[in-house]
């Protein structure tokens, strides 16, 4: 069974910085696919970044250029800095691994982004 367990989400002004990390149950090079989803209150789940094994991170278009999704010296942690953040970045924060066809979710972390 694989767990993954987000941590890092806060209350931050707009304008602010703050690094999610995902920590994974199993070293990151057994997955397919690792990244983030957000949900953000009545709306539904969106994609935010990811990368596949072998090929460069994707970024949701609303994130690109503030977000960035990385690996960490720990082979099992994946983080997600984001930079300049806005009020609509506001949302639970997930992260999703793919193995074998097979999603894993985390149980979220909540960003909020308010003056």
Excluded: H
Excluded at 19 to 40: E, P
Excluded at 69 to 89: A, C, F, H, W
């Amino acid at each position: 069974q694989v767990q993954l367990v987000e941590s890092g989400g806060d209350l931050v002004q707009p304008g602010g910085s703050l690094k999610l990390s995902c920590t994974a149950s199993r070293f990151i090079s057994d997955f397919d696919v690792m990244g983030w989803y957000r949900q953000a209150p009545g709306k539904e789940r969106e994609f935010v970044a990811r990368f596949t094994s072998g090929s460069v991170p994707t970024y949701a278009d609303s994130v690109k250029d503030r977000f960035t999704i990385s690996r960490g010296s720990v082979s099992n942690t994946v983080y997600l800095q984001m930079n300049s953040l806005k009020p609509e970045d506001t949302a639970v924060y997930y992260c999703i691994a793919i193995r074998r066809g097979i999603d894993y979710w985390g149980q979220g972390t909540q960003v909020t982004v308010s003056s």
